[in-house]
Protein backbone atom coordinates (compact mmCIF):
# COMPACT_ATOMS: atom_id res chain seq x y z
CA UNK A 1 0.00 0.00 0.00
CA UNK A 2 0.83 3.14 -1.20
CA UNK A 3 1.87 6.17 1.79
CA UNK A 4 -0.45 8.91 1.52
CA UNK A 5 1.05 12.27 2.75
CA UNK A 6 -1.47 15.89 2.94
CA UNK A 7 -0.51 17.91 0.81
CA UNK A 8 -0.89 21.67 0.74
CA UNK A 9 -4.14 23.69 0.57
CA UNK A 10 -6.27 21.01 0.82
CA UNK A 11 -5.50 19.54 -2.53
CA UNK A 12 -5.91 15.64 -2.51
CA UNK A 13 -2.77 13.96 -0.89
CA UNK A 14 0.50 13.00 -2.80
CA UNK A 15 0.69 9.23 -2.69
CA UNK A 16 4.66 8.50 -3.17
CA UNK A 17 5.43 5.56 -4.86
CA UNK A 18 8.50 3.32 -3.25
CA UNK A 19 12.33 3.61 -4.91
CA UNK A 20 12.89 0.08 -6.32
CA UNK A 21 15.87 -1.47 -5.53
CA UNK A 22 18.84 1.11 -7.57
CA UNK A 23 16.55 2.94 -8.95
CA UNK A 24 14.62 6.13 -8.66
CA UNK A 25 10.19 6.46 -8.92
CA UNK A 26 9.08 8.81 -11.55
CA UNK A 27 5.99 8.31 -8.85
CA UNK A 28 3.91 7.17 -12.19
CA UNK A 29 3.41 3.16 -11.77
CA UNK A 30 3.04 3.61 -15.63
CA UNK A 31 5.78 5.41 -16.52
CA UNK A 32 8.21 3.64 -14.11
CA UNK A 33 7.03 0.31 -15.48
CA UNK A 34 8.02 1.83 -18.96
CA UNK A 35 11.48 2.70 -17.93
CA UNK A 36 11.83 -1.25 -16.34
CA UNK A 37 11.25 0.30 -12.71
CA UNK A 38 11.94 3.67 -12.54
CA UNK A 39 15.19 5.94 -13.52
CA UNK A 40 18.35 4.23 -12.66
CA UNK A 41 20.44 5.65 -9.79
CA UNK A 42 23.01 8.18 -11.08
CA UNK A 43 21.72 8.31 -14.38
CA UNK A 44 20.87 11.15 -17.04
CA UNK A 45 17.28 11.10 -18.67
CA UNK A 46 17.23 13.93 -21.38
CA UNK A 47 13.63 15.31 -22.22
CA UNK A 48 13.40 17.03 -25.73
CA UNK A 49 10.37 18.99 -26.28
CA UNK A 50 8.73 20.78 -29.24
CA UNK A 51 7.02 24.30 -29.87
CA UNK A 52 3.82 22.50 -29.04
CA UNK A 53 4.94 22.13 -25.30
CA UNK A 54 3.73 24.40 -22.98
CA UNK A 55 4.83 24.93 -19.02
CA UNK A 56 1.58 23.36 -18.06
CA UNK A 57 2.43 19.86 -19.88
CA UNK A 58 5.64 19.86 -18.66
CA UNK A 59 4.39 19.99 -14.98
CA UNK A 60 2.51 17.47 -15.92
CA UNK A 61 4.79 15.27 -16.55
CA UNK A 62 7.90 16.33 -14.06
CA UNK A 63 5.71 16.76 -11.11
CA UNK A 64 4.78 13.52 -10.03
CA UNK A 65 8.33 12.57 -9.88
CA UNK A 66 9.62 16.19 -7.73
CA UNK A 67 6.68 15.24 -5.23
CA UNK A 68 7.88 11.41 -5.11
CA UNK A 69 11.53 12.54 -4.66
CA UNK A 70 10.65 15.34 -1.89
CA UNK A 71 8.36 12.89 -0.30
CA UNK A 72 11.45 10.47 -0.09
CA UNK A 73 12.97 12.95 1.91
CA UNK A 74 15.44 13.85 -1.31
CA UNK A 75 16.18 17.72 -2.10
CA UNK A 76 15.96 19.70 -5.86
CA UNK A 77 17.90 21.88 -7.82
CA UNK A 78 16.68 23.70 -11.33
CA UNK A 79 17.53 25.42 -13.76
CA UNK A 80 13.80 26.13 -14.96
CA UNK A 81 13.06 26.92 -18.75
CA UNK A 82 13.19 30.38 -19.81
CA UNK A 83 9.61 31.09 -19.95
CA UNK A 84 9.48 29.84 -16.26
CA UNK A 85 10.31 32.16 -13.16
CA UNK A 86 11.11 30.66 -9.37
CA UNK A 87 8.15 32.24 -7.76
CA UNK A 88 6.15 30.75 -10.14
CA UNK A 89 7.05 27.70 -10.44
CA UNK A 90 7.10 27.36 -6.60
CA UNK A 91 3.41 28.96 -6.39
CA UNK A 92 2.29 25.82 -9.11
CA UNK A 93 4.89 23.17 -6.95
CA UNK A 94 3.16 24.17 -3.82
CA UNK A 95 -0.44 23.66 -4.10
CA UNK A 96 0.77 20.24 -3.69
CA UNK A 97 3.75 20.14 -1.23
CA UNK A 98 4.09 22.58 1.76
CA UNK A 99 5.76 25.90 1.31
CA UNK A 100 8.25 24.84 4.38
CA UNK A 101 9.16 21.74 2.47
CA UNK A 102 9.80 23.54 -0.67
CA UNK A 103 11.81 26.21 0.96
CA UNK A 104 13.99 24.11 2.65
CA UNK A 105 14.98 21.67 0.20
CA UNK A 106 14.33 23.09 -3.05
CA UNK A 107 16.74 25.84 -4.97
CA UNK A 108 16.13 27.86 -8.39
CA UNK A 109 19.06 28.70 -10.01
CA UNK A 110 18.34 32.21 -11.83
CA UNK A 111 20.69 34.40 -13.89
CA UNK A 112 18.71 36.89 -14.68
CA UNK A 113 18.21 38.68 -11.09
CA UNK A 114 14.53 37.39 -10.44
CA UNK A 115 12.86 37.02 -7.33
CA UNK A 116 16.17 37.40 -5.98
CA UNK A 117 16.29 37.82 -1.89
CA UNK A 118 13.98 34.84 -1.09
CA UNK A 119 15.86 31.72 0.36
CA UNK A 120 15.11 29.28 -2.63
CA UNK A 121 16.17 31.34 -5.19
CA UNK A 122 20.19 31.24 -6.09
CA UNK A 123 21.04 34.32 -8.30
CA UNK A 124 24.29 33.42 -10.41
CA UNK A 125 25.43 36.63 -12.30
CA UNK A 126 25.75 35.17 -15.71
CA UNK A 127 29.54 36.72 -15.68
CA UNK A 128 30.56 34.16 -13.00
CA UNK A 129 30.00 31.54 -15.39
CA UNK A 130 32.40 32.51 -17.93
CA UNK A 131 35.80 31.22 -18.16
CA UNK A 132 37.76 34.18 -19.63
CA UNK A 133 35.92 36.44 -16.78
CA UNK A 134 39.02 38.48 -15.47
CA UNK A 135 38.84 40.59 -12.05
CA UNK A 136 35.97 41.00 -10.58
CA UNK A 137 34.67 38.40 -12.16
CA UNK A 138 37.43 35.62 -10.77
CA UNK A 139 35.52 36.94 -7.11
CA UNK A 140 32.32 36.67 -9.06
CA UNK A 141 33.45 32.90 -9.70
CA UNK A 142 34.15 32.63 -6.09
CA UNK A 143 30.86 34.21 -5.24
CA UNK A 144 28.86 31.41 -7.64
CA UNK A 145 30.54 28.32 -5.96
CA UNK A 146 29.87 29.15 -2.87
CA UNK A 147 26.11 29.75 -3.37
CA UNK A 148 26.00 26.49 -5.60
CA UNK A 149 27.84 24.87 -2.53
CA UNK A 150 25.08 26.15 -0.35
CA UNK A 151 22.38 25.06 -2.76
CA UNK A 152 23.68 21.23 -2.83
CA UNK A 153 23.65 21.15 1.03
CA UNK A 154 20.11 22.26 1.19
CA UNK A 155 19.33 19.96 -1.20
CA UNK A 156 21.20 17.06 0.26
CA UNK A 157 19.68 17.76 3.58
CA UNK A 158 20.97 16.59 6.77
CA UNK A 159 21.61 12.87 5.68
CA UNK A 160 23.12 13.98 2.32
CA UNK A 161 20.45 12.08 0.61
CA UNK A 162 21.16 12.25 -3.43
CA UNK A 163 18.67 14.42 -4.99
CA UNK A 164 16.93 15.86 -7.91
CA UNK A 165 18.92 17.93 -10.58
CA UNK A 166 16.68 19.44 -13.43
CA UNK A 167 18.39 21.85 -16.11
CA UNK A 168 16.96 23.73 -19.17
CA UNK A 169 19.67 23.31 -21.38
CA UNK A 170 18.28 26.64 -23.65
CA UNK A 171 18.63 28.28 -20.67
CA UNK A 172 22.70 27.59 -20.63
CA UNK A 173 23.04 27.83 -24.15
CA UNK A 174 21.77 31.15 -24.48
CA UNK A 175 23.86 32.94 -21.25
CA UNK A 176 26.93 31.72 -22.15
CA UNK A 177 26.55 30.25 -25.96
CA UNK A 178 26.95 26.26 -27.41
CA UNK A 179 30.52 25.31 -26.30
CA UNK A 180 30.40 26.95 -22.67
CA UNK A 181 27.04 25.43 -22.57
CA UNK A 182 28.14 21.76 -23.31
CA UNK A 183 31.21 22.01 -21.53
CA UNK A 184 29.66 22.69 -18.39
CA UNK A 185 27.00 20.15 -18.55
CA UNK A 186 29.43 17.92 -19.78
CA UNK A 187 31.25 18.23 -15.96
CA UNK A 188 27.89 18.20 -14.16
CA UNK A 189 26.84 15.12 -15.50
CA UNK A 190 29.68 13.69 -14.59
CA UNK A 191 29.67 15.10 -10.85
CA UNK A 192 25.63 13.96 -11.26
CA UNK A 193 27.02 10.60 -11.63
CA UNK A 194 29.40 10.17 -8.59
CA UNK A 195 26.69 11.53 -6.71
CA UNK A 196 24.30 9.34 -7.16
CA UNK A 197 21.95 11.92 -8.06
CA UNK A 198 19.41 12.07 -10.71
CA UNK A 199 19.73 14.46 -13.28
CA UNK A 200 17.19 15.02 -15.92
CA UNK A 201 17.57 18.02 -18.70
CA UNK A 202 15.15 19.33 -20.47
CA UNK A 203 16.06 20.30 -23.86
CA UNK A 204 13.93 22.34 -25.92
CA UNK A 205 13.61 22.69 -30.10
CA UNK A 206 17.02 23.92 -32.20
CA UNK A 207 19.88 23.46 -29.56
CA UNK A 208 23.37 23.45 -30.78
CA UNK A 209 24.11 21.25 -27.27
CA UNK A 210 21.46 18.94 -28.60
CA UNK A 211 23.93 16.29 -30.02
CA UNK A 212 26.08 16.33 -26.86
CA UNK A 213 23.80 15.90 -24.76
CA UNK A 214 21.63 12.65 -26.47
CA UNK A 215 25.21 11.17 -26.44
CA UNK A 216 25.41 11.86 -22.57
CA UNK A 217 22.11 10.52 -21.76
CA UNK A 218 21.42 7.02 -20.27
CA UNK A 219 17.31 7.76 -21.11
CA UNK A 220 15.86 9.88 -23.84
CA UNK A 221 12.62 10.73 -23.91
CA UNK A 222 10.19 13.38 -26.46
CA UNK A 223 7.56 14.91 -25.50
CA UNK A 224 4.54 16.37 -28.16
CA UNK A 225 1.27 18.26 -27.69
CA UNK A 226 -1.68 17.51 -30.08
CA UNK A 227 -5.16 17.75 -30.05
CA UNK A 228 -5.64 14.41 -27.97
CA UNK A 229 -3.36 15.89 -25.13
CA UNK A 230 0.25 15.60 -24.38
CA UNK A 231 2.06 12.77 -25.92
CA UNK A 232 5.71 10.56 -24.41
CA UNK A 233 7.63 8.95 -26.91
CA UNK A 234 10.22 6.88 -25.55
CA UNK A 235 13.79 7.08 -27.81
CA UNK A 236 15.97 5.10 -25.16
CA UNK A 237 14.86 3.11 -23.75
CA UNK A 238 11.56 2.68 -27.26
CA UNK A 239 8.28 2.75 -26.41
CA UNK A 240 5.23 4.33 -28.89
CA UNK A 241 3.38 7.49 -27.85
CA UNK A 242 1.81 7.37 -24.93
CA UNK A 243 -1.12 10.11 -23.91
CA UNK A 244 0.01 11.23 -20.55
CA UNK A 245 -3.49 12.16 -18.91
CA UNK A 246 -4.52 13.55 -15.27
CA UNK A 247 -5.62 10.39 -13.16
CA UNK A 248 -9.11 11.02 -12.23
CA UNK A 249 -9.24 8.58 -9.20
CA UNK A 250 -6.30 9.93 -7.41
CA UNK A 251 -6.69 13.54 -8.10
CA UNK A 252 -3.84 16.27 -9.32
CA UNK A 253 -0.78 15.92 -9.72
CA UNK A 254 -1.33 12.41 -10.00
CA UNK A 255 -1.32 11.14 -13.72
CA UNK A 256 -1.35 8.17 -16.08
CA UNK A 257 0.14 7.01 -19.32
CA UNK A 258 -2.88 6.02 -21.91
CA UNK A 259 -0.90 3.79 -24.82
CA UNK A 260 -1.83 4.02 -28.19
CA UNK A 261 -4.54 1.73 -29.94
CA UNK A 262 -3.38 -1.77 -30.72
Known amino acids: MRARSRSARGNPPWTPLPDPEGRYSTGIADYDRLLGGGFPRG ?3 LVGWDATVGTEDLDLMLFPTILNMLHHSRGMIAVLPSRDSPHQFRA ?7 RRRFDSRVRV ?3 A ?14 QAMLEDARPPGEKEKKAAIRKLVEAETAAAGGR ?12 MEALVGPEQ ?3 MFFHGAKRSRQMGNLLIALMGPGLATAVGAQK ?35 GPPHVGFVPPPS
Request: glycine content about 6%.
Open 92 to 98: RLTRFVT
Open 109 to 111: VDY
Open 113 to 126: GEDEGHSYVVTIPT
Open 216 to 250: MADLELELHHDDVGLIVRGVRPAFPGHVVTPDRSA
Open 43 to 45: SMT
Open 160 to 171: KHPFLELYSLDV
Open 181 to 183: AAR
